[in-house]
Structures are given as C-alpha cells and as structure tokens.
C-alpha cells in the first residue's frame, strides 16, 4: 500500500546563508548536517583529525564547507559553495555565500535562486554594514521568505536583553525593505543550540527552532502560476526512423501552468498554435509548472528556435528593448553611461548600452545618489539600458526568472552584473 509521500514528490526548499565574516555561516550548516545525519562517519572523522591538528579543542563544523586550501587556511569563505541534504520533511540545497565585501557578487550568485534567505549576525557585535547589505541585496533579489539568526548566543551568556535589542534593530530596518515574511532566532551554531534541537539554555524563547522553521515554511504560492512563460532552451529533432516526425521544443517552465490544449503565441515572431502535448523524460504529463523541465509540442508547424518564448496568447509579455533595472555590478572596472555590454535575459542573448545611470543605492541608509556618475564593485543602482533585441520581460517583482538578466563582458566573457527589471 502506497504511501502520501511516495505518491508526492518531496518538497525542496532552496537557502541561501548571508552575513558578515566570522558570523558563523559556514559552521552552522556543518551543524545542519551534523544533527540531520546527513554526513558520513568518514567526513566527520576527517573534520575531527584536522580540527584537532590545527590545535583546535572542538570540532571545526565550518570545514564541512569551506573546500578552498585558501579558505580552509584563512577560515573563511570566498567561493559559494552548495550543500545538499535532506530531512523525512523535505529536501534542502543549501548556498553558503561568503561574508566579505569583496566576495558579494558571490553572495548575489548564491541567493539569485533562493526561496529564503537566512542572514546570521553575531550576538556580540550587532547588525554590521556587510548584515545589511545583505539584508538589502536579499530584498531587491525578491527573496521572498528571510531568516535573521542571532548566533554566538554562548558568548553572552545567553542573554535575553542581547537578543532583543538586535530583534528590534532589524526588524526596523526591515521595514524599508520588502521582506513579506521574517523570522528572528537565537542560536548557538557551535553548540546546536535552537539548531536542530530546542535549547534549554534560552527558556525565555518560545519560537521555533532554525530546523524547524526551515522545514515548514511554505514556498509552493511563491512562484508565479498565472503567467504562462516557457523560454526555448533546444529544439529537439532527432530525426530517426523511431522519431521520425518528432518535434519537440525543451527548456523549463518559467512562470504559469502549461496544458495540453492550450492556445499560445510564439514570441517575438507572433505566431500562434496550441499545445498537442508535453513531455517529461520518455513519458507525456498532464501540465507542466515551474520550475520542471520538459519538451513542449505544438500542433502546428510554426517557426519556433532557442531564445523564442511560449506564452499564452491573452496573457503574453510586451517584448521591449528599453530596460529600467536594478543593477549589483560585480567587477572593479566601473560601469559608466554609454558602455556597451553583452546581454543574457532566460535563453536570449543580445548587446545592450548603458543610456543612464540614475541612482546609487546606499545600502546602510538606502539613500539614493542621484549625482552619481559610474557604479564600482559591488555596488548597487538604478540604470537604463537600450539593447539590440526585444527582451521577452516581466517585471522582477512579478517573475524572478523572466525579470532578471546578466550583463557580459564582451572581450573576455566574464559576467559583470547582475539585473533586476523595474518594469
């Protein structure tokens, strides 16, 4: 006899941990892993002896993580680096992102794609500029569920008072941001304490534990299912006598709920037809969603290559080439008006000019500096750019996937930043 569970996939939850250096990121998810039972004896084992050959008198959970020799030796974090472990509740993949300023184009990397950000501060110290940046980046990147953890909670005592007057520092400077949902929790990552297991040394907490909370929290009604959008990735033809008339157009789901039967519009071209069926590996499925991948067949045989997008004919994005974006630019050669960029929006790729550069957004007091003349690294703003092909968009606030794009450096192929569309 089947069970619910088998009949439903379990569910996935995608984290993305933030904060400044030394907060206790990295060695929190060794926690994570520890307490779950997601690591094998033989890693522990390997923890534990170089723990102890670095003099240490506990074990180093943050080395479950940091695989860089460079971040191992300076006990930070520099590359994102993704963790995969799973409860009887639900799925996790997990983006530790580093804490340097430097290294926050990593850290936009890592939350891009993240259902819920968890930002940790360090009980001693407080909120800091990098807690906040990342508090903001987390915002602009829609990241629609976030998590403030207090740790080092062992090194005050556990004190109530600490905790408090962090919870209350934040959750005002939260509401300049929007973060539809937050949840503030103190935690010992060295010790597990409000990890995984509820701590007994903070009686005075009543909320859940980060495990807990992480294993709950609903993300299903975060994604967009209204507005159907499936980018084509490939155009499958294998042309074999067993496929001989097979013409299928694969990519994943990015928005909205796809069906057989349905009429839709094959952008930019114009060209309409209706859905005959839909693929999934060597089986036809019933409707398609995000963020499933699947091959998509029309009934008529219409122009279709990879950068088009399917959408439905009553409910399609206005193709544009004048973009208003949110920018975070990710090297040390500035971004200035009148550069020229490469483009990369879902599978389309085009050049794109920077016209103006409206805003620098002041991370720490979100001031906006309209008298700016260039973006350096890391830093954020308002611009607008003119692009040689018409971006099938939505706004980033409406479809994470549809609403954001990378820019290109042309000459030596290294992306530079990373946008949100306004509108």
Same mark, same amino acid.
């Given at each position: 006899m089947s069970t619910e569970t088998e009949k439903r996939p379990m569910d996935l939850l995608r984290f993305a941990t933030a904060g400044s250096v030394d907060d206790g990121k990295s060695t929190l998810i060794g926690r994570l892993l520890l307490d779950?039972?997601?690591?094998?004896?033989?890693q522990l084992e390997a923890v534990e002896a170089t723990s102890e050959a670095k003099g240490y008198d506990y074990t180093d959970l943050a080395l479950l993580t940091d695989g860089l020799r460079s971040e191992r030796e300076q006990g930070i974090t520099i590359d994102v680096a993704y963790r995969y472990f799973a409860t009887p509740n639900?799925?996790?993949?997990?983006?530790?992102?580093?804490?340097?300023?430097q290294y926050t184009r990593n850290m936009v990397t890592g939350a891009s794609?993240?259902?819920? +950000?968890?930002?940790?501060?360090?009980?001693?110290? +407080?909120?800091?500029?990098? &807690?906040?940046? !990342?508090?903001?980046?987390?915002?602009?990147?829609?990241?629609?569920?976030?998590?403030?953890?207090?740790?080092?909670?062992?090194?005050?005592?556990?004190?109530?008072?600490?905790?408090?007057?962090?919870?209350?520092?934040f959750t005002q400077f939260a509401t300049k941001l929007n973060v539809p949902d937050l949840e503030v929790i103190p935690i010992s990552a060295l010790q597990g304490d409000n990890v995984v297991t509820r701590s007994?040394?903070?009686?005075?907490? &009543? +909320?859940?534990?980060?495990?807990? !909370?992480?294993?709950?929290?609903?993300?299903?009604?975060?994604?967009?299912?209204?507005?159907?959008?499936?980018?084509?990735?490939?155009?499958?033809?294998?042309?074999?006598d067993e496929f001989h008339d097979y013409r299928g157009y694969a990519g994943q789901v990015a928005g909205g709920v796809l069906k057989p039967g349905d009429e839709v519009v094959v952008l930019p071209s114009g060209m309409t037809s209706k859905i005959a069926k839909i693929d999934l590996f060597d089986k036809e499925i019933p409707e398609a969603f995000p963020p499933m991948s699947v091959t998509v067949h029309l009934e008529d045989d219409v122009d279709v290559s990879r950068g088009d997008m399917i959408a439905r004919v009553k409910n399609a994005p206005t193709p544009s080439q004048d973009i208003d974006a949110m920018i975070c630019w990710m090297t040390n050669a500035p971004l200035q008006p009148r550069q020229k960029l490469a483009i990369k929006h879902t599978t389309r790729t085009g050049r794109a000019l920077v016209k103006d550069i409206q805003y620098r957004l002041d991370v720490n007091t979100? !001031?906006?500096?309209? /008298?700016?003349? /260039?973006? +350096?690294?890391?830093?954020?703003?308002?611009?607008?750019?003119?692009?040689?092909?018409?971006?099938?968009?939505?706004?980033?606030?409406k479809n994470r996937t549809t609403g954001s794009f990378v820019l290109i450096d042309e000459a030596t192929g290294v992306t530079v930043g990373a946008g949100m569309i306004n509108g």
């Open positions: 779950s039972k997601s690591i094998f004896e033989d639900r799925k996790f993949i997990i983006a530790d992102t580093p804490g340097h300023v794609t993240a259902d819920l +950000g968890l930002v940790l501060v360090d009980a001693r110290q +407080g909120l800091t500029e990098q &807690s906040r940046r !990342h508090a903001v980046i987390l915002s602009l990147l829609r990241v629609p569920h976030l998590v403030l953890a207090v740790n080092k909670m062992d090194l005050v005592d556990f004190d109530q008072a600490v905790y408090e007057k962090i919870y209350a520092e007994e040394n903070m009686p005075w907490y &009543s +909320g859940p534990t980060l495990m807990h !909370h992480l294993e709950h929290v609903h993300v299903a009604s975060d994604r967009d299912l209204i507005d159907a959008r499936f980018p084509v990735q490939y155009v499958i033809r294998p042309k074999s979100l !001031h906006r500096d309209q /008298e700016t003349k /260039e973006l +350096g690294v890391n830093e954020i703003g308002r611009v607008t750019l003119r692009t040689t092909v018409p971006l099938l968009c939505d706004p980033y606030s």
